[in-house]
């Protein structure tokens, strides 16, 4: 489980972590627009050089990029599968058996892979840079125009700031859980329904109680430091948008303009 | 020997650019029917040691001998089961693995699965929860409602009720009030007397070790880096130095007292047994 590295933060330092997570955001927003509006490769090709050129700033290796497109690869597959067996214009390339595979079924697939990949780049490059607390934070400041409706934005950000933080707990516990029913003998794998009801429930209830206590403890512990519910707070850490947030927003801004006149003219 | 080692590794994260070797070509044999400690810093491996004991962890490199099954690196296993009946693995803050409606269903969930009858499985709890002292008036209450040291207690049964030969103890006193933890420690060495089981206690409790284990393994950054005699070890200042180890409290306390002319023995090892050497020698 904790083999994921889709979403995971990677504690480095780098000009893509110091960046201003809200600068990042509003970069992120603009980047997948990019990445959906053109229809031609350079577009592509552009957008994917201005995010190698982000990857090597972040010093994150490409592996690590690469490893993030795992899970994707069975998805990918099963939509060639599907284009190859749906899709019958364009010329005919090449017949595997008696099924024909057309030229548009090829350059289809390979589209939208490419739309994904990009994507999936530019969100773990958002992720692996950007504490999750950060991440929140930059949130808060996005959804802040929403409280003339009396969103409550403060609130919600909280309360996604302690959900992120307690994720990582929260698996270290399940697999203590399980360790521990495990060597009573419980098989998490294999058995009956009625087993695996009961060996869901030996996880799932511990694990409540576990929830729920921490729970508590956090509440005494933000009262004890004085934290009130809606009350005007000071921050410790106030972002500030530098130069360097500017010109990143910049070159989106520019990305973004770039494959929306590739739209148009290519 | 219950429990051998042969050149042993583990790492986390095998192939990830962040692996860790957790543990780290360990060669170690541990004796059948004695009460051994595993100490050693936080992070020394430890607990991932302790994990291979009933094969939630499989080693990466080397293999292991527990009783009659072998962990082979890179082999499958078929014998999961009966291994984990063999080998009771109590958890440290076990209390949070207690899910069931009652203790007595709780206590009897283990033997449930490791297939004896319903019968048998609730005798076999009554009989564990006896050993640990937990009184027949809580045998239907709700697990979540019992004090720490009880829900503590209750999970111990639950280990003991499956009836293993060796049974593990992940800091089984942390947490505890010096009642509960003096409690504790008697139980696992009148399971080890009275029962002849294997007992082997991951702790940071120096005195504890010193006071019951006849043996003890220091572990050092995923390396064994001493395995033999508790008295051995905790008596020899220039080892106490080396694995940066305090010594026992009971081990100052006499070695003043040998200063001023007192014959004690080293086998004094717990505060009664001194005590009663110091008061004999006073009254001649």
């Known amino acids: ?266 | 020997m219950a429990i051998s080692f042969k050149s042993l590794s583990y790492i986390y994260d095998k192939d990830m650019p962040y692996a860790h070797k957790a543990l780290d070509n360990i060669d170690l044999e541990l004796k059948e029917g004695v009460i051994t400690a595993i100490i050693g810093e936080t992070g020394s491996g430890k607990s991932t040691l302790v994990e291979h004991l009933n094969a939630l962890l499989l080693p990466s490199e080397g293999s292991l001998e527990i009783l009659d099954y072998k962990l082979i690196a890179n082999q499958k296993i078929r014998f999961l089961k009966p291994l984990r009946k063999d080998v009771g693995l109590v958890f440290q803050f076990s209390e949070y693995q207690l899910f069931e409606e009652s203790v007595l269903k709780d206590v009897a969930f283990g033997p449930l699965n490791f297939g004896y009858t319903a019968q048998e499985a609730q005798e076999r709890a009554r009989r564990a929860l006896k050993l640990v002292g937990i009184s027949e008036n809580l045998y239907a209450s709700s697990p979540l409602e019992l004090s720490g040291g009880q829900k503590r207690r209750v999970a111990i049964a639950g280990i003991i009720a499956c009836d293993p030969k060796i049974i593990v103890l992940d800091e089984p006193t942390a947490g505890l009030d010096p009642k509960g933890a003096k409690e504790m420690t008697d139980l696992f060495v009148s399971l080890n007397k009275k029962m002849n089981k294997t007992i082997i206690i991951v702790s940071h409790d120096n005195e504890m070790v010193y006071n019951v284990c006849d043996e003890t393994v220091v572990l050092s950054r995923g390396k064994v880096v001493y395995a033999g005699d508790t008295l051995d070890l905790f008596n020899d200042p220039v080892k106490l130095k080396e694995f940066d180890l305090l010594e026992p409290q009971i081990v100052t306390f006499r070695n003043r007292l040998i200063e001023k002319g007192f014959k004690l023995s080293r086998e004094a090892r717990t505060l009664n047994l001194l005590s009663d050497e110091i008061v004999r020698q006073v009254r001649r």
């Open chain 1, 1 to 266: 489980m904790n083999n994921l590295v889709f979403g995971k933060y990677i504690p480095i330092d780098s000009f893509m972590h110091r960046l201003d997570p809200r600068a990042k955001l509003i970069g992120l927003f603009l980047m997948i627009a990019a990445v959906f509006i053109p229809k031609s490769w350079w577009a592509f090709l552009m957008i994917a050089v201005v995010e190698l050129i982000a990857l090597l700033l972040a010093k994150i290796g490409i592996r690590m990029i690469a490893q993030s497109f795992k899970p994707m690869i069975v998805m990918m597959i099963f939509l060639l599968v599907i284009n190859v067996l749906t899709l019958h214009t364009g010329e005919l390339l090449f017949m595997i058996g008696s099924v024909p595979v057309h030229h548009d079924a090829i350059f289809n697939t390979l589209f939208v892979v490419v739309r994904l990949l990009l994507m999936i780049s530019i969100t773990t490059l958002l992720t692996a840079t950007t504490k999750p607390l950060d991440l929140t934070l930059g949130i808060e400041w996005i959804l802040k125009p929403l409280e003339v409706f009396r969103f409550p934005t403060h609130e919600i950000a909280m309360m996604v700031s302690i959900a992120l933080r307690f994720i990582p707990t929260i698996i270290e516990e399940t697999m203590r859980i399980m360790n521990a029913q495990k060597s009573r003998g419980v098989d998490f794998e294999n058995g009956s329904l009625s087993q695996k009801i009961t060996s869901i429930l030996s996880l799932i209830v511990p694990l409540f109680s576990v929830a729920f206590e921490r729970a508590y403890e956090l509440a005494d512990a933000m009262e004890a430091r004085g934290y009130v519910p809606g009350a005007e707070r000071t921050r410790y850490h106030i972002l500030k948008f530098h130069l360097a947030d500017y010109l990143f927003i910049l070159i989106c801004i520019a990305v973004f303009a770039a494959s929306i006149l590739s739209r148009i003219f290519l």
